[in-house]
């Protein structure tokens, strides 16, 4: 069980998905789960995106879709009882965690 479970839900922002998802992953602090929450219409899902496809690939990282049109607030209290960590914490597909940029630089 991970001590840190980051729910990270996106909607039409595949290209800032990138930058938030690496902030995570590079956290010195590595006990931790992503649930990355595709509210995504069908045909632009995270999955299908030849960039994001490799951070599919990390263990920690598990990936739910829900129906376009839900409220990012309502998919973070959906996939809320998956995270498996002790703690939660949420990050928008728009935002970083500090330190997580390359160079330890902000966006």
Known sequence: MPAISVILPTKNRHHLL???IES???QSFRDFEVLLVDNN???????DVADLKGFL???RVRLFEYEEGTSAAMVRNRVMPEAQGKYITYLDDDDSYYGGCPNGASR
């Open 24 to 26: 995570v992953l590079r």
């Open 57 to 59: 690939d990390d263990r």
């Open 18 to 20: 990138r930058g938030a």
């Open 41 to 47: 219409p069908k045909e632009h899902r995270v999955a």
